[in-house]
């Protein structure tokens, strides 16, 4: 009965826009062919009522679009010139074809599919999952917590909603629910989570946005990075003020589940001091007993990764700030060094995997606060520099002589050099076995993908490439990341005894090349299905402009007087409203050519607005009954989590979505900061 | 009937994986060229030509692929509900009225579009001296009628569908979500997420 009901809900909706469009058609000048503007015009609001129908009619939209495009072009074609429509509509088809298929923005969509597809088969949610799970655990609600933190990392890097919300489906949601976490918050945290990643760039849909809009896609990834941080840190904040406040709702763990197992060499030297570099070191310099040297060196050296990290970022941020400012080949010379050291990171990861993720990554999780900031003011004149400094190539040697005359550093270097140095003793200070054990399990999972994404991001957003290359570089990241987990897969799966390198090395080429070949098709299908969509609305929006649709709208739009507010409001609604029938794409294709013209007549940045689109999406993926997200999650989950209790945990993160989008609103600088700092708007 | 629908999804499933392995030569092709460019210092003038066209082929030839596997984009608000008759109308109806102008406007117009490039030999517009660009615009018809050819198949489909009432089968392919897979993967078995209820089921009288 239930369905009967939706039925005579969607088909009355249809009747309506029919008899509206029946009642309004020119019906006399469509028969003779000679159609006034202001007919033609009403000819544009009949297509775009049409092509809701047709949508909801269920066809494949970028047919729907590509055939309703080609009859309306022809007939504005014919009501200027009957002899020459058919020709006409044909060149504007393949024109319209050939611009999507050239087009340099679209060209980083397959590319960052394929990196999330890679990434996504490379087996390491799992281990990212346990080891955050570790690191968070004294934290109240410390599982929700980590499930989302895992979410945004790993959505972040894959981009797929629905496979990331199916996989934290039978890894988070089953162990939130053993530790008696209630069903509602472990739903909503997965599935909000989940859709975390089509905000935080690089995702697919901000390229999509920049594509239709005209948009920088680097300005926009510069724009969104840290409202996504943001709602990020929103819903990890509603976690543990919840958990803190109606404990009963999310448990804490209890003393065994906290406790990190520690390994055998481990166990026998904690027995004589809880500091783990103090330990390591006695263990080395002879008086550890039953414990191999070999073993000790390694963990040294494991723990002497964050000090390390920190003086390299210090001194890269020593050399950066320090370097002559006249001299403007020498200071952009620093500044790719800088990116290179950046590339070279993430090659050093590539090849040595594991343990090798160590220095660039560390900026952006021990000191996001202290050391972040200065180090990307610092940046982006370098940054800048460095275009000029590209110009002029051959000057490097004058980098050399320069080295005498440094500036003297500024104050802010010498707060952040002691601010560095007090994390050091801090970190050592608490640096116990257990917390050794938890950096040695982030170090293979976390660090390696935070490094991926930062890399690809900052390559992007520092202008060293553009977002098509720094995704193709984030691709053959995927490549390596999926090589070096599938082995260390295999190396685990393989007993012992029987450990033979050659024929481990040969099973994960196997694996491989498997992953690759799915990966690859999966790619091929989803971005045409994408960039068939934009081949379809290329023709169509190519009609509603020659039909002067597009005026009547903006006429419409400008006679209702709205300030800019409630504009704003009005079209986040309008999109809100969009977003349960329709999926993000159609959503951002069709409709936004039809917003973005409107912004100027209200001041409103395309920016701003795509940010705000974009945090207004993650509801669509939210907002029940399509919700997305709640059908995956209902696919894995136990058959007496109800859908119902899905979405009733999904509200509550929804409602923290729409105060984020209020929060931007307000501070709009919380988004345009970064690219104004960059880019100088 | 069904044994020349099958064949001809596999001509167009054949065609998209042939060509997604596109996106490894375009991966390849484009790290490459970052690293000459940063580390060797010697950039090619025609790499970015390259990249379109790897990309632009890439995406045209997957289109048949994609509707060969019920890949491209609905609205799925009301079409989950319809019974498959219903569905088979709708979509024989909408198959004729949009997508046979639009797809036979594509592939006509793309034809005369590629073979004007040909008849100038015509090149990068982007380099000097660029890489010829023909044989990139042929690409337009070609993938036209290709899905020119699938969608046909698809009309069948719903002509055999109105008839019998049932889809006609069609080949199985990789999933973007294939939660059986991620099971495996995760070591998670079906019993496992049974047994999850008595956590669920226990909690309820307590709230």
Redesign the interface.
């Known amino acids: 009965m239930k369905?009967r009901k939706?039925?005579w809900f969607?088909?009355s909706l249809m009747a309506i826009i029919i008899v509206a469009v029946v009642a309004f058609m020119p019906w006399g000048g469509l028969i003779d062919g000679h159609l006034s503007k202001q007919d033609l015009g009403y000819l544009g609001m009949l297509m775009l009522a049409l092509i809701v129908v047709?949508?909801?009619?269920?066809?494949?939209?970028?047919?729907?679009?590509?055939?309703?495009?080609?009859?309306f072009a022809w007939l504005a074609y014919r009501s200027v010139n009957p002899a020459l429509a058919g020709q006409q509509?044909?060149?504007a088809?393949?024109h319209r074809?050939?611009g999507?298929?050239?087009n340099?923005v679209?060209?980083a969509i397959?590319?960052f599919l394929?990196m999330g597809y890679l990434v996504e088969r490379a087996?390491l949610v799992?281990r990212l999952f346990r080891s955050l799970h570790l690191a968070t655990s004294r934290l109240p609600g410390s599982l929700a917590v980590a499930t989302i933190v895992t979410c945004a990392i790993f959505a972040t890097a894959t981009g797929?909603v629905?496979?990331v919300v199916?996989?934290m489906g039978?890894?988070a949601f089953?162990a939130m629910?053993?530790a008696?976490y209630?069903?509602k918050i472990a739903a909503g945290a997965v599935t909000a989570g989940g859709c975390l990643g089509i905000l935080i760039p690089p995702s697919v849909l901000l390229i999509v946005y920049g594509a239709t809009a005209g948009v920088s896609v680097v300005q926009l990834y510069a724009g969104a990075f840290f409202p996504g941080m943001m709602l990020a840190s929103l819903y990890v904040g509603y976690i543990i003020v919840l958990a803190k406040w109606k404990p009963a709702l999310m448990p804490p763990l209890t003393e065994s589940e906290q406790r990190v197992p520690l390994p055998a060499f481990a166990q026998t030297l904690s027995q004589r001091g809880s500091n783990a570099l103090a330990g390591t070191w006695r263990a080395l310099t002879g008086s550890g007993a039953g414990v191999a040297k070999p073993a000790a060196l390694g963990q040294l050296i494991v723990s002497l990764v964050p000090a390390i990290a920190i003086a390299a970022l210090l001194g890269v941020t020593y050399r950066v700030t320090t370097a002559p400012v006249a001299e403007v080949s020498a200071a952009g010379l620093v500044g790719?060094l800088g990116?290179?050291a950046e590339?070279a990171a993430e090659e050093t990861e590539a090849s040595t995997g594991v343990i090798g993720a160590p220095e660039a990554d560390e900026e952006g999780v021990k000191e996001p606060g202290e050391e972040e900031k200065p180090e990307e003011l610092s940046a982006a004149p370098a940054a800048e520099e460095e275009k000029l400094a590209e110009t002029k190539?051959a000057e490097t040697k004058p980098a050399v002589a320069v080295e005498a005359e440094r500036l003297p550093a500024p104050a802010w270097f010498w707060v952040m050099l002691v601010i560095g140095s007090a994390a050091i003793v801090l970190i050592y200070w608490l640096w116990n076995w257990e917390r050794l054990e938890v950096f040695k399990l982030l170090l293979t999972s976390f660090f390696p993908l935070a490094l991926l994404i930062l890399a690809v991001l900052g390559s992007i957003v520092f202008g060293?490439?553009t977002p098509?290359?720094a995704a193709?570089?984030g691709?053959?990241g995927g490549?390596v990341l999926v090589a070096i987990y599938r082995f260390i897969g295999q190396w685990r799966a393989s007993p012992p005894a029987s450990r033979k390198v050659g024929t481990l090395i040969l099973r994960t080429a196997k694996e491989f090349g498997g992953i690759?070949k799915?990966s690859?098709?999966?790619?091929?299908?989803?971005?045409?299905?994408?960039?068939?969509?934009f081949?379809?609305s290329g023709?169509f929006s190519a009609a509603f402009a020659l039909l002067g649709g597009q005026d009547l709208v903006e006429k419409w739009v400008l006679s209702l007087n709205l300030t800019s507010v409630q504009f704003l409001i009005l079209a986040q609604v309008i999109i809100f409203l969009l977003g349960?029938?329709?999926?993000w794409?159609?959503i951002i294709i069709i409709f936004m050519p039809i917003f973005i013209p409107l912004l100027p007549h209200f001041n409103v940045d395309p920016l701003f607005f795509g940010i705000l689109v974009a945090l207004n999406l993650q509801t669509a993926f939210l907002s029940p009954p399509?919700a997305m997200a709640a059908f995956?999650l209902k696919?894995?989950?136990?058959?007496?989590?109800t859908l119902n209790a899905i979405f009733a945990g999904m509200m509550p993160f929804m409602g923290w979505q729409i105060v984020a989008m209020v929060i931007f609103y307000t501070w709009p600088q919380l988004g345009l900061w970064l690219p104004s700092v960059l880019y100088g708007r | 009937m069904q044994k020349l629908l099958l064949f001809v999804d596999k001509i167009s499933t054949f065609v998209?994986?042939a060509?997604?392995?596109l996106?490894?030569a375009?991966?390849?092709?484009?790290?490459w060229?970052?690293f000459r460019r940063?580390?060797l210092?010697s950039p090619r003038a025609w790499a970015?030509d390259v990249?379109?066209m790897f990309?632009?082929t890439?995406?045209?030839m997957?289109?048949a692929?994609?509707?060969a596997?019920n890949?491209?984009?609905?609205?799925?608000?009301?079409?989950?509900?319809?019974r498959p008759r219903t569905?088979a109308t709708?979509?024989l109806v909408?198959?004729i009225?949009?997508?046979?102008?639009?797809?036979l406007?594509?592939t006509?117009?793309?034809y005369?579009?590629a073979a004007e490039s040909w008849a100038i030999k015509e090149s990068s517009n982007i380099t000097s001296e660029g890489p010829p660009y023909y044989p990139?615009?042929t690409?337009?018809p070609v993938a036209g009628a290709f899905v020119l050819m699938q969608?046909i198949v698809e009309i069948i489909r719903c002509i055999l569908c109105l008839k019998s009432g049932t889809w006609p089968s069609r080949e199985e392919?990789?999933e973007?979500?294939d939660?059986e897979k991620?099971?495996e993967?995760?070591h998670?078995k079906d019993e496992?997420?049974?047994?999850?209820?008595e956590?669920?089921?226990h909690?309820e009288p307590a709230k």
């Not at chain 1, 349960?580 to 999926?583: D, S």
């Not at chain 2, 890949?71 to 319809?82: M, P, Q, T």
Request: charged residues 15%.
């Open positions: 369905l939706e039925l969607g088909f047709a949508i909801m009619l269920g066809f494949p939209t970028a047919f729907t679009l590509m055939g309703m495009g080609v009859f509509v044909f060149d088809m393949v074809t050939y999507v298929m050239s340099d679209l060209i397959p590319l394929f087996q799992d797929i629905g496979a199916t996989l039978l890894l089953p629910l053993k008696g209630n069903v790719v990116g290179l590339s190539p060293l490439a098509a290359e193709a570089v691709a053959f490549f690759i799915e690859s098709f999966l790619t091929a299908r989803t971005s045409a299905m994408v960039c068939w969509l081949v379809g023709i349960w029938p329709l999926e794409t159609e399509v995956y696919g894995v989950s136990p058959p007496h989590v | 998209g994986h060509f997604s392995f996106i490894v375009l991966t390849l092709h484009v790290a060229e970052v940063y580390a210092d970015f990249m379109i990309y632009g890439l995406f045209m997957a289109g692929y994609t509707l596997k890949g491209h984009v609905r609205g799925d608000i009301l079409y989950g509900f319809f569905q709708i979509d909408l198959y009225v949009f997508f046979l102008p639009g797809v406007a594509l006509y117009a793309g005369f579009y990139f615009k690409v337009i969608g392919d990789v973007e979500v939660v991620l099971k993967e995760l998670v496992d997420i049974q047994k999850l209820d956590y669920v089921v909690k």
